[in-house]
Structures are given as C-alpha cells and as structure tokens.
C-alpha cells in the first residue's frame, strides 16, 4: 500500500481493506462513476473503508467537493459488482471507481451540487492525466450493471464533463411523442437496435425479441444520454441519440 494519494487533489487518505492486485495484469481504461446512495458521505466513507461491508472504491467525494482516496489506483477495488461492458465481465480489474456522495433514488435524489461536481471535473481530468481511458469508457454504474443499479443517475450532469473533455456524449435528439418500440415487439427493428447498444458496449444479446434485458439496457442508456425520459422504450430520439453516439463512438480508436 502506497502512502499517499495518487491525486494531489484527495486531501484525505482512508485505506479501505477491500482491495486486491488488478487480475490477469490490467491497467485501469474505464472510470466508473457511482453516487453513495447513503445519508451522508461520513457514513459512506465507514462503510467502504469496513471489510464486512464487501465494497470499496478508490475515491469518495462529499457535497462540499471534498475528496478522500481509499484504494491506490494501482489496486483492484470492489465498485462494479456483477457488470458488464464490451463483452468484459471483471470491470474491477480495469476500472477506476470514484463514489459521489448522493443519498439517491431511495431518498429523494437531491440534485448534485455545484461544488460537488467542480471536485468530480477536477478528479477525473486528474485521472484521465495519468492513465489511457478513451471518452466513451467513462461510465456510469448503471450503464455496465443494467437494471440492478441506476447510479449516478438521470441527474447527473454528463455534458458538463464531456465540456471539459471528459466522457463520450452528444446533444440527445428530441422527443418526437413516438411510442417506439417496446417490450414484446420483434423484428428486424428491435435486432438493429440491439446491434447498436451491443456495439456501443451495453451487454444486449442479439435476438430480434425486445425482452426485460433489452428495456432495461434501454433505460440505462436513457438515464445517461437521453434524460428527458427513462421508460425502457426506444423511441425515435433515443434511436436517433444511439446513432449520433455510435458515428462519434467510431471516430475514437478501440480501447
Ligand atoms: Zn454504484
């Protein structure tokens, strides 16, 4: 265990226990991002940092912008749980997870404050200075862990940090009142949609079927990139939306 921080920007350093060498000799490509969903960011950081509690993360940052490291970014912590993207299924071993305190969906889901996501812009461009993540590996909990997670959330401002150079994202086209396809719907169309989030990263098998997976993999997406509304339906904006990510998605070299 290293002695002090990676970032120079972490002004507390709370070794968690939950931590283990990255497996199969992986570097860190994808920053994860997560929000607490606890009361307060005091009760999350004696949570990550407990061994019973069976997680951990590298970074905890509070509503003031304050921000503790807990796991050296060399090290493997426990964020991601049962996820997936791109076909990998141990997200620990090649992500660096950073916690923002918010207490969450189950407790009003306040909006995340201003001095808060100064510190988040602040830490992941520190991040992206010392390691090779492409824009479209940075991620939210929700987008590799569908359906089980939906941290940080539709309130979370994913333009700003793209405006800073931070993450893979485009103005959502808008809403046209379509009723798109949905669950039950077969075809053609629902096979080329599942190509499209598979493509992109999100685990989607490829069945012609728009089953639960899919509307769940759908209102990931929409919880990230097209906010305006997460019902699982994939709508003509949120086609359209997947379509103006994958033409920018194309243009950044393959991690
Ligand atoms: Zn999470």
New binding site residues.
Partial sequence: MTAAPDSPLATLWCPAPNREPRRNGLKPDMLLL??TGMDSAEAALDWLTRQESGVSCHYLIDEDGRIAQLVPESERAW?AGQSRWSGETDLNSCSIGIEIHNPGHDFDYPDFPETEMQAVEALCLDILSRHAIPPQRVLA?SDVAPGR?R?PGEKFDWQRLARAGIGLWVPPAPLEGDAGLGPGDEGEAVAALQRGLLEFGYGVEVTTTYGTGLEKVVEAFQRHFRPARIDGRADSSTIETLNRLLTAHRGFPVA
Wanted: no cysteine.
């Fill in positions: 997560h929000y964020h909990h997670k941290d």
